[in-house]
């Protein structure tokens, strides 16, 4: 063999680490028109488009945004990697909540009015597993056993309801662009539809595939080398269709914005705003970034307003904000809007190595001209006697935001949403003149919360005890959470005609310990903590 | 047959009608026929590539003891070694390893003698040396499964070199799985457990009473050892007991070893729940002892042996697992593993050696991996590479190999994350997920380059036909040595019209070419069709 010729041809100058590699993986492909489709029928004609970031590892949430009311307890429960107050970054319109010192950009996007943060968005019965919790994210299906959960996403349950008999029909007039596509080497499950990924995966724009199969017969009797051959051709097929369409729209379009170097996901994000100016109608883009797994060394031990986690504040909020910059250059500001996720949060408290384990619900950022500036919800309620298995209980449902996503963006109405996110979920107020209608504000939705009666006496009980509650009326669910952040009890789940009720709880079997008791009806919540005595 | 097997097979095919056309056979042992179809089969599955002479050799012997040899058959390499020279700094100023000489293993020296400054370089320098050589040695595979079980391990175990970030602690743990490749799965377990890669990797050096980590605990038993299956019922407490009980243990990078200490170690006992039969390990301060019971606790749970079964089915037979397979594979051949005290060969022996293996419904049904991709092919096309000893020249080559592996996704030392490389537990893709968009145009640029290169020889590969001057069983041979999914008649023609008849149907016209030997009409002809052959999706599949 010609050695020279074949080092020349294969070595790199530099060998890049995963995270580079990434790149744009496909997989799209036909699904059976669904029932779900047929059922739902009514499509939505919008141009607008989603970009969901992924923070792999699990991001901590509360140095990412930092409870001000709550900062002694806070302080006490993480004193070792704890942000000092006074570097906390303030925000307009609170003093209730601040964002982590690295975090300039975003603070100045959140007065300008183009951020609104969710706090404690999660869910019960919490899973601790990587693998685990960004496969529930991923599919919006909580359910404990994996082998029983849905193995589509969320976003491919969208978009096969949007656009049905992907792949075969497609590129169409209809869609004649991919659907979604992920910056990334590997198509992931939120893209996942029945079938085929509704999405497709690239790492490089330009990168040209030119190979036609001009097969079409399966000689072999074998299901499964059948079902694989399918699959591989469906896949030649689509990435030379969509290679083509996507390198041209990349060259259509330049770049305006300056980007942050070295900051992998602005990288991304700047592919992707390209994309969308070269004229692609495709829904959904996916990007991630990883380095979130912090068990140790997060903070540097000088001065804990820097090291590995803070570099990663600064790049989501410096990627973010030249992304949302070259948007209002392309002029393309009011069709985008784009949300952070992260399969948990960490541990309240924080470990002996500078670090935090893995935890429960964390807050969530969206952004964008139409995100509704605000902070909805409370800050957590971290306890004075802070142990190293309490967790931050969710006062949002993840699927909550989906819904509001998918009904206030993508102008999804029901029952087609509920049967996309498996359930109803209630919606949120977290998008401003957007194609499908106002809702209110988060001001006004955490004035009305707070309106809410939530008591529980006595407390700390031991025996029995009563829960007053009020309700606007319509569908009103009461959980009680345990200290891990688990959903004990139901207390209640059903509709109620607006009034104030009382719940009468007597040897409810609980051990002794901190609960929170959730209320939820339509778009309010309110939690408080109550106490369990033996 | 006897009656007892038969009914047997006929609960078997109950069990799985109408479930996804999935025929079915059991653990049985395969006696069918032993062609180079099968053969081809069991060597693609157990090796990187199924090369001519191989599948030549292996037809003259058994089922039986062509497993037995692929199984039986150990290689205890030498050690990887320095093949960099003087270190050049920002200033210009070079600097020498001080530690080890050129062409001297590096794996034993704690990497403290040089310049500070260089040190962290000489680490880079190192673990590249390192993933050479472990190229090297894959691609230099012997007649035996050795090399496609250490990787399995290291997805299975999947330590970082992003993590851990030290070339001889990568080393040693690297040789400990190598060490272990057939042998006995809960020693390993155990092994690694305090392996000082592993106790980096996932935290298990910052463990202690006072401040437990939960990292390795919670991933011991989730990623390694019983899994998430239906049947996994540990909980939450037992993860924090578990890290209770592994408190204590030590990274000393000087010696690149492990150490317990004694003062770290929470010595309260600790209760675990119902899963592990209500099991309490006494607190002491005998870490060792702990960790025994630990393990041994783990392991006397029959998930303990199902959920590597699985692993090891996903890894060399197919990724989907019914109910049958589950009932009629995964749990003899799990009970089997348990009945010989966890030692790995016995297991996978009658797995390979099992008509469920060899059925039909198991062939062709693999997507290859990018070292399936990348070394087979190589393999297959018989290009010689030099011994992995050979620093000089074949670091080099070597180094090209885990670039493009690692460019398709599959890097050595660094799966994607602590669980491996999704393709083998990803659902409900699986393999699918190697080949997308973005891979397709990799290895689409690979073996275009083989050919455009001249790194293959074409032309003798083509003289592995029993008659390349007819271009009917030049195809016909190329085509079954190449592909697992064979090509209809009708795809045949497709080709020979195509590349070897100038569009036409005349086959005199390559017959002619080849008998006067034409020979830039023949190796156009031949790079086209072997381009096309190798960008067919049936190339993709193993």
Known sequence: MNRRKFLRNTVPATVTMPALLNGFSFNAISSPQSALARLLGETTDTDHVFVLIQLSGGNDGLNMVVPLDMYANYYNARTNIAIPQSQVLRLDGTDKTGFHPAMTALQNMYNEGKLSVVQSVGYDNPNFSHFQATDIWSSGDTTKIRKDRVHTGWIGRYLENEYPGYPDAYPNNNMPDPLAIQISSVPTLTVQGEIYSMGLSISDPENIYSFVNPFNDYPLNSASANKELKFLRVVEEKTKIYSDLIKSAYQRASTMATYPAKNSLADQLKIVARLIKGGLKTRVYTVSIGGFDTHKKQVNASDTTTGPHASLMKNISEGITAFQKDLELMQLNDRVMGMTFSEFGRRIKSNASLGTDHGAAAPLILFGTHAKKGILGTSPDIPADIEVVNNIPFQYDFRSVYASVLEQWFCVKRPALDQILLKNYQSLPLIEGGPCGLPETPEENNNNADQLVLKMWPSPYSISATIQFSTNGGHTLIQQIDALGRVVKVLTSREYAAGTFNIDIYNDGLPSGAYFIRLQNQSLQKVITVMKIS | ?542
């Open chain 2, 1 to 542: 047959m006897d009656r007892r097997e038969f009914f047997k097979r006929a609960r078997a095919a109950d069990i799985t009608r109408g479930k996804n056309n999935r025929m079915f056979s059991g653990l049985t042992p395969y006696t069918g026929s032993w062609t180079a179809n099968e053969v081809a089969h069991l060597l693609k599955r157990t090796m990187f590539g199924a090369k001519k002479a191989d599948i030549d050799y292996f037809l003259t012997l058994s089922p039986d003891a062509a497993v037995d040899e692929l199984l039986n058959t150990v290689a205890i390499p030498s050690q990887p070694v320095r093949d960099y020279g003087l270190i050049e700094d920002e200033f210009g100023v070079k600097w020498d390893d001080l530690g080890v000489a050129q062409g001297q293993t590096w794996v034993n020296d704690p990497n403290i003698l040089s310049n500070p400054g260089v040190r962290p370089i000489i680490n880079i320098l190192r673990v590249s040396s390192l993933r050479k050589w472990w190229a090297g040695l894959i691609i230099n595979q012997g007649r035996s499964i050795q090399e496609k079980m250490v990787l399995f391990w290291q997805h299975h175990f999947s330590v970082q070199q992003s993590e851990v970030e030290n070339a001889q602690l990568l080393y040693r743990h690297h040789a400990l799985l190598r060490s272990n490749v057939l042998g006995n799965f809960r020693d390993l377990v155990k092994q690694v457990t305090i392996d000082p890669a592993m106790l980096i990797h996932l935290n298990g050096y910052v463990n202690s009473k006072q401040a437990p980590d939960e990292n390795y605990a919670r991933e011991m038993q989730e990623l390694f050892t019983v899994g998430r299956g239906n049947d996994s019922l540990y909980t939450e407490n037992d993860v924090i007991a578990a890290a209770r009980v592994l408190t204590g243990w030590r990274v000393n990078y000087n010696s690149i070893d492990s150490s317990f200490d004694a003062g770290a170690h929470d010595t309260g006992s600790k209760s675990f729940s119902a899963f592990y039969n209500n099991t309490v390990i006494a607190g002491s301060s005998d870490g060792n002892a702990e960790l025994d019971a630990l393990v041994n606790m783990i392991f006397s749970t029959t998930e303990a042996s199902r959920f590597i079964c699985r692993k090891l089915y996903r890894w060399f037979v197919y990724y989907n697992i019914d109910d049958a397979v589950e009932a009629e594979v995964i749990t003899p051949m799990a009970a089997i593993l348990q009945g010989n005290n966890y030692d790995i060969k016995p297991a996978l022996s009658v797995l390979l050696k099992s008509e469920h293996f060899f059925d039909i419904i198991n062939q062709a049904c693999y997507i290859k991996s990018p070292f399936d991709m990348v070394v087979g092919t190589l393999r297959e096309f018989n290009v010689s590479f030099p011994a992995y000893t050979d620093y000089t020249t074949g670091y080099a080559l070597f180094n090209s190999l885990y670039v493009n592996t690692a460019q398709m996704q599959q890097e050595l030392f660094q799966p994607p994350d602590v669980s491996g490389w999704p393709s083998y537990y990803q659902d409900p893709m699986f393999y699918e997920l190697w080949v997308n968009s973005n891979s397709l145009p990799k290895r689409a640029d690979f073996t275009n380059a083989l050919v455009n290169d001249s790194v293959i020889d074409i032309r003798a590969f083509a003289n592995y036909s029993s008659n390349p001057a007819d271009p009917n069983q030049l195809i016909n041979d190329v085509t079954a040595l190449l592909l697992r999914y064979p090509l209809s008649g009708n795809s045949k023609n497709y080709i020979k019209s195509r590349f070897l008849l100038n569009n036409t149907t005349d086959d005199t016209i390559w017959t002619n070419a080849w008998n006067s030997n034409n020979n830039t009409l023949i190796n156009v002809s031949l790079q086209e069709m072997f381009k096309f052959i190798m960008n067919l999706p049936e190339f993709h599949l193993c």
